[in-house]
Structure formats: structure tokens, C-alpha cells
């Protein structure tokens, strides 16, 4: 009889340290559905991409621009000689539409959602530059 008056006092003794230093009973440590995600939160992101010909070869000089649709603000990046760009401190809670444009032809418009939760992502954009330039139509 003191065994087991001796094993329910240790066994309350155990549960109390475990509740008190949130260690679950049973060795399960995830809790529902945020088992194997990050817990830490992204503050800010740095997009990066490169702007490419249709043949995959880097255009250089190329105007990129990045739209943050919640103000509509736009930032502007001239693409590097290996036609890379970058636009550091981004929101993260904001989606941005990103284009390139060189002598007149236009990438299309991709977008980087508030959902992505990648820190560092990085979008390629196309342009055909090998077409000349659709010809302005103004009414003289």
C-alpha cells in the first residue's frame, strides 16, 4: 500500500512539472496544423530576379519596375550588365507587381503575393527584344 501511495505522489509530482514547464505528456511537441512550419515571421523581403531575352540571356539595362499595389507607389531598378535586379526592405504584407522594359517591349507583369512567405524570392522576367517595337499610333 505505501508503493502505491509512494508512485501516485511522484507520478502528481511529474504532471505538475510538466504542466508548469509546458512539456506535453505523451512526447507530442507540434500542436495541430502549424506542425513543421517556421515559426518565425518575416519582417521584410528582398526581391530578386533577372531579366532575360526569350533565348535566356540576360538583358542589361532594362528598366524594372515594382508596383506595391496596396499604394500604388511604383520603384524603378536599371537592370546590372548580367541583367539582374533587387528591391530590398519589401513589405510582407503587401502583394507587388513587378515588370521589366527595354526599348519599348515589355515583360509581362508577375506578381509577388503577400501569401509568399519566402524571405528572399526571386522572379526572372522576359522580354522579347529581338521584335522591333510596336509603332506609336497617334492621331497627328
Do not use: H
Request: charge should be positive; charged fraction near 25%; include cysteine.
Amino acid at each position: 500500500m505505501k508503493w502505491a501511495l509512494g508512485a501516485s505522489i511522484l507520478l502528481l509530482a511529474l504532471n505538475c512539472a510538466a504542466w508548469q514547464f509546458q512539456v506535453p505528456i505523451g512526447g507530442n511537441t507540434s500542436s495541430g496544423s502549424s506542425a513543421g512550419r517556421k515559426s518565425t515571421r518575416v519582417t521584410s523581403r528582398l526581391l530578386t530576379g533577372t531579366v532575360l531575352d526569350k533565348s535566356d540571356q540576360p538583358v542589361s539595362n532594362a528598366v524594372v519596375y515594382l508596383k506595391n499595389t496596396k499604394t500604388l507607389a511604383v520603384k524603378t531598378f536599371i537592370a546590372e550588365e548580367n541583367g539582374t535586379f533587387r528591391f530590398p526592405e519589401l513589405s510582407p504584407n503587401v502583394d507587388y507587381e513587378v515588370y521589366a522594359q527595354r526599348n519599348g517591349r515589355k515583360s509581362d507583369t508577375k506578381v509577388l503575393s503577400q501569401f509568399d512567405d519566402r524571405e528572399k524570392p526571386n522572379i526572372n522576367l522576359r522580354i522579347d527584344v529581338t521584335k522591333p517595337a510596336p509603332a506609336d499610333k497617334t492621331d497627328k
